[in-house]
């Protein structure tokens, strides 16, 4: 069970009072707040180890490179990567995105396909409509149905020996579909596929298995679980990093340089090249402990009575419609009600101090297929209430009444 | 009326209202009782995509003035282009180059042109000087 309360206590922002208002901060799909654990050991870091890493033999070079790869062994644990130097550190998800499919110029020739899904984030999409345009691949989308879910016969049929990667992600952040991605991974490695499953949206809710997935890539942000923005995490299998040419060159990822040759470092050097947001990553692995210590299991019940509860009180304001009523989602709610624009309830409520994302999510083949300019996504996560549900539920009511 | 004394005008009577709920409740009407973009004017060449509500704008010359008319799919947006169409349209294309928005922060609605708020409002005013400018290159 979770001590919502003493949760909350952890959390200094949501103390904060918006517009003269309380702070009711529904806005978790695009980012999570800061427990107080990780914003003090970001002072602690400056404060008392900040020194480049993997170069100097000074004493605090050492301390902050000894930190830094405690941290990396934590994400590995986290995930369950077989090995530390399969976990890259990015910059976060659009990074790691950015990484693969650069990777994979290298890789593909003109009629081999790239396999994306309907459900995608534009980070999913257009990295590789850049990738399928530099190597002449062509771009094929996994259709969804109304509910917002992947049709996995469609899946079937659009698989062949042509497929080179296929990458969807683990939970929609427009609609909150959990996707089955064990079926799309066994599936497309029946054909030779790699895949890649972009799970920013998925590691608040849940501890992902690499292993057990058998995905060849998994990418995600620290931000959005607890952690400081500008950090991430790129796994990929061992034999596709060594396979893989690096995304970047730069200090750190070389072994040898001279004007004539230059080899490159090992894994997972390669793949960082520069400086990288040492602090930030240092800090990702505290939020990952702190998650850990709340307990993935009562994040996952808690925030899924807060989804009902939300889900069966809004439905209570005539007119409103919920896009994305998948068997399996998280916590999102993303909805509409007739005749009022999204975003002119999100900017009436957000004067009553409550924050949810309004627009088209960076999804916008989603709102196509529903025919909208946009919904309101309110996105929950288990620091939030049900106290904080009722105040958003009266705002939304609030700004029906002003609008109409 | 001049530009300066319009927006006055609308100063003044924004400073009847004690909340901000008051304000709004006034733009949604403004909203409703904006007359509508001739139908055949919303094309996509007037539609100035703001990410989150949409702005379609015409102007028209009427002898040395320009009249404009706009719409928008939010309703809090089209209240606030009543607004700007109140101060805005039916002005000499020098005086329109010359005005500045400096009002609309004055009736607590600031946020609303802030260029990170991507419902089209600031390329409108950016459109209406357009507007302006070409008006004034042609005469």
Redesign the interface.
Known sequence: MLDINKIRADFPILTQKV?GKPLVYFDNGATSQKPKVVIDAIVKYYEEINANIHRGVHTLSQLATDAYEVSRGKIQNHINAKFPYEVIFTAGTTHGINAIANGFASILKAGDEVMVSALEHHSNIVPWQMLCEKTGAKLVVIPMNEEGELILSEFDKLLSDKTKIVTVNHISNALGTLNPIKYIIDKAHQFGAAVLIDGAQAVPHLKPNVQELDCDFYVFSGHKICGPTGTGVLYGKEEWLRKLPPYQGGGEMIATVSFEKTTYADLPHKFEAGTPNIAGGIVLGTAIDYLNEVGFENIQAYEHELLEYATSKLLEIEGLRIFGTAKEKTSVISFNIDG?????IG??ID?LGIAVR???HCAQPIMDFYKI??TIRASFAFYNSKEEIDIFVEAVKKAKT??S | MTIKEIQEEIVDEFSMFDDWMQRYEYIIDLGKSLPLIDEKYKTEDNIIKGCQSKVWVHGEQNDDKIVFTADSDAILTKGIIAILIRAFSNQKASDILEANTDFIDEIGLKEHLSPTRANGLVSMIKEIKMYALAFNAKN
Do not use: A, R
């Open positions: 517009n009022i624009h999204p975003y002119d900017t009436i004067k309004t627009g088209h300019p946009g002003m609008l």
